[in-house]
C-alpha cells in the first residue's frame, strides 16, 4: 500500500456498548454495535487525524468479520492486511456503563482471538520495514503465535524511527503477572516510543512511579516516554529531560478508547515532528473529547474539534 503512514497491529473486535448507563450488564434492555480493539482504535484516531493508516489483524469466518472491513474501509483506514482465522470467531466484548469512568469489560475470545493468531506469513514484511510508524501492543505478545510475529516484527523493523508499544496491559489476558513483565518488557529492547499509564508501565519495568518508570524506560534506549497519571496529567519524558502536561478535565461519559485516541493523537504528532510536550497536549484533548462520549472508534475526534478544545 503506497503512501502508508500507519501500522496498527493486534486487537480487533466488535463492541457493544449499553443504550442504558449507570446500571449493570444485567439490568441492560439493548446495546449498540461498535469496531473496538486497542490497535484498531489507535489506526482509526489517527486516520480521523488525516493520517493513511491501516490494520495488521484478523478476524473470524463469520458475520461480523465483514463488518470490521467495512466498517474500517467507512473510517478511512485499511483493511487490506486485515486476515481470516479459520475456526475461530471475531470477538466481541460488552461493557457495562458503570462506572462510566473505567466501564467494566466482558470479552469473548475464547479459545483464543483470531488477531493472537497471526503468523509470519500474514505480515507485509516491506510494509513493517518501511512504514513511517508502526504500532504495537503488550497485548500481541499475550499468546503464540502472535508473541514470535510480534519479536520478529519488531526485529525487522530493526528499531527504526517511530516504532511504538502501547504498553496496553490487560491482566483477563495474562496467566500472571511475572509473564507479562517479562514478554512486554522485552520488547523495550526494540522499540523508539512507550506510552502506558502508571499500573502498565509497573507491569513493564517494575515501577508505578511515574518519574522512576520514565527513567527505567529511557534507559532501554527509547526516544520517548509518556506515562499516563489521570488526573495529575501526562508525564513526558526524553533523554533532555521531563515534563508533566495537566490534564483536560471534561465530564465524563465512557472512559474507554480515551486512551486509544490519545494514541492516535501521538501518531499524528510523532510524524508531524512536533515537539514531545505539544504532541501530549493534544493527545489529551483528544483523549478528554472521546472520554466524553460513547463508544470507541466511532467517538474519534477530527483535528478541528481538537483544535478547538485546545
Not at 501500522?7 to 449507570?22: H, I, N, W
Not at 478511512?76 to 460488552?94: D, I, K, Q, W
Not at 497471526?118 to 508502526?134: M, Q
Request: aromatic share 6%.
Amino acid at each position: 500500500m503506497t503512501g502508508l503512514e500507519v501500522l496498527a497491529v493486534g486487537r480487533v473486535g466488535v463492541d457493544l456498548y449499553p443504550e442504558q448507563s449507570g446500571v449493570p450488564l444485567a439490568e441492560v434492555r439493548s446495546f449498540a454495535k461498535s469496531l473496538g480493539g486497542t490497535a484498531t482504535n489507535v489506526a482509526v484516531a489517527a486516520a480521523r487525524l488525516g493520517r493513511s493508516s491501516a490494520l495488521l489483524t484478523k478476524v473470524g469466518p463469520d458475520g461480523f468479520g465483514p463488518y470490521v472491513r467495512s466498517a474500517l474501509a467507512s473510517f478511512g483506514v485499511s483493511p487490506e492486511y486485515v486476515g481470516t482465522a479459520e475456526g475461530l470467531r471475531t470477538p466481541v466484548v460488552f461493557c457495562a456503563l458503570d462506572p462510566p469512568e473505567d466501564p467494566p469489560l466482558l470479552f469473548y475470545r475464547s479459545p483464543i482471538a483470531p488477531d493472537l493468531t497471526l503468523g509470519e506469513s500474514d505480515v507485509p514484511w516491506d510494509v513493517v520495514a518501511d512504514v513511517p510508524l508502526l504500532w504495537v501492543t503488550g497485548t500481541g505478545v499475550s499468546a503464540e503465535p502472535a508473541r514470535t510475529t510480534q519479536r520478529k516484527l519488531l526485529e525487522h523493523r530493526a528499531r527504526r524511527t517511530h516504532t511504538v508499544l502501547d504498553l496496553d496491559y490487560r491482566p483477563m489476558f495474562w496467566s500472571d503477572v511475572d509473564s507479562a513483565r517479562r514478554e512486554i518488557g522485552a520488547l523495550l529492547d526494540h522499540v523508539t516510543v512507550a506510552v502506558g499509564n502508571r499500573s502498565e508501565v509497573e507491569v513493564a519495568v517494575g515501577t508505578a512511579d511515574p518519574d522512576e518508570a520514565a527513567r527505567r524506560l529511557l534507559a532501554r534506549g527509547l526516544e520517548l516516554a509518556l506515562v499516563k497519571k489521570g488526573a495529575e496529567g501526562v508525564l513526558v519524558a526524553t533523554p533532555e529531560g521531563s515534563w508533566t502536561v495537566p490534564p483536560h478535565p471534561v465530564e465524563v461519559v465512557c472512559g474507554l478508547g480515551a486512551g486509544d485516541a490519545f494514541g492516535g493523537a501521538l501518531a499524528h504528532g510523532l510524524l508531524a515532528g512536533w515537539a514531545p510536550v505539544r504532541i501530549a497536549r493534544y493527545a489529551n484533548v483528544a483523549g478528554a473529547l472521546v472520554a466524553s462520549r460513547l463508544a470507541c472508534a466511532d467517538a474519534m475526534p477530527t483535528p478541528d474539534e481538537i483544535e478547538d478544545l485546545l
